[in-house]
């Protein structure tokens, strides 16, 4: 932070209901965890003076605020895809340091798997086929069909193997199974997802995230506001956000991310290094995101990451650097736009509220570090938070 400017907490975080939710809306879903998230916070609403929100609604942040009984003086309805949330903490941050706002709220929300099943909607290939789009479209450039082209070049450069993706599910799946809210927790093996039906090559279904409802509330506020709080602050200590490219054709290399920027500028203005970190939340649509954002984020070097992987580096129990400790979005949940999912669990870990998916030091002692890191669209944008405790 400059001098004179507000040291920054997230005094608040909550998920919805999560998994199978048949009988809510997604107005009803964000309304459900703004109230947990503020009671985690112990706070009430007429402390919010700022929102955030996308995805929902014609004007998002308006009609989803108005549905709250919110009123903010400051809002945010970046739309960045996956990453969204991460670049929305960004800009919360950086108000309330400068004093534009006190409190801001964001929120999240989705029925994407119960409207599917309603025949509300229908599963979406791509995200339209208007501007640059339009090129890709058309010859079979569907969402996945990017990353497993990106996973394919990463595999042909570096000698990346399809069981070292394997291995990203495997673990994921692992912490999910001390995750009691995860929605997918039985075991399964490299052979498991090497078997399973092909969806784009090289991916097969458990390369792939779930598709979930559910949503996430995280409330960051203020210094001088963590004194009036029921639980202990964790605090923003650097954040980084970037935007690549919108068409493949412009992106300049396929295994390299968004998050090699947005890392770096949250790490330097952390203030830290990415070996002093004790866990990483990061957005796993597909395997190959996981893989590449540890290379990205400096927890390994370029083309290593299919060796990083292996041999339950990942994982809570035991693993070096643990990982999507809730089982992330390839089983725990995946309702859309999954960043601040990662944010909620990050908070919850630095806090020892994990559970028996709580990461602890040699020493048993609680982590002090952590990042979450998020990516949007198809590699397109990536926000990145280093949080910590006292």
Not at 87 to 100: L, P, Q, S, T
């Amino acid at each position: 932070m400059t001098p004179g400017s507000r040291k920054v907490a997230v005094v608040g975080v909550a998920l919805s209901d999560c998994g199978r939710v048949d009988d809510a809306t997604p107005y009803a879903l964000h309304a459900q965890a703004a109230r947990r998230a503020l009671a985690d916070a112990g706070l009430g609403r007429e402390v919010v003076d700022g929102f955030a929100s996308a995805g929902l609604g014609t004007l998002a942040p308006v009609e989803v605020a108005e549905y709250l009984g919110l009123r903010p003086t400051w809002v945010d309805s970046t739309s960045v895809g996956g990453s969204t949330w991460e670049v929305m903490a960004a800009h919360a941050a950086d108000a309330i340091a400068r004093g534009h706002a006190n409190a801001v709220l964001l929120v999240y929300g989705s029925t994407a798997r119960a409207d599917i099943k309603a025949g509300r909607r229908t599963g979406n290939l791509s995200f339209g086929a208007r501007g640059p789009l339009q090129f890709e479209v058309p010859y079979g450039h569907t969402l996945i069909a990017k990353y497993a082209m990106a996973a394919r070049r990463h595999m042909i450069e570096h000698g990346t193997t399809i069981e070292q993706l394997a291995e990203v599910a495997v673990q994921a799946r692992a912490n999910a199974a001390l995750n009691p809210e995860a929605m997918f927790r039985d075991p399964i093996t490299v052979d498991d997802v090497l078997g399973g039906p092909l969806i784009a090559d090289p991916f097969t279904k458990l390369h792939c995230c779930i598709r979930s409802d559910g949503g996430a509330a995280v409330l960051l506020a203020a210094e001088e506001f963590v004194r009036d709080c029921r639980t202990a602050p964790v605090w923003v200590l650097g954040t980084g956000e970037h935007v690549s490219h919108a068409a493949m054709s412009e992106w300049p290399d396929f295994t390299t991310g968004p998050a090699a920027v947005s890392g770096r500028l949250a790490f330097e203005r952390a203030g830290v290094r990415p070996e002093e970190v004790d866990f990483a939340e990061i957005y796993d649509a597909f395997t190959y995101m996981t893989l590449v954002t540890l290379e990205d984020l400096g927890f390994c070097g370029k083309g290593e990451g299919g060796a990083f992987v292996e041999k339950g580096r990942l994982l809570v129990r035991g693993g070096e650097l643990p990982v999507n400790t809730d089982g992330g979005g390839l089983s725990a949940q995946h309702p859309g736009m999954r960043g601040l999912f990662l944010v909620v669990e990050a908070v919850r870990q630095l806090r020892g509220e994990g559970g028996d998916r709580q990461v602890r030091g040699r020493g048993g002692e609680l982590p002090r570090l952590g990042v979450a890191s998020a990516t949007g669209g198809w590699f397109c944008s990536s926000g990145t938070l280093v949080l910590g405790r006292d």
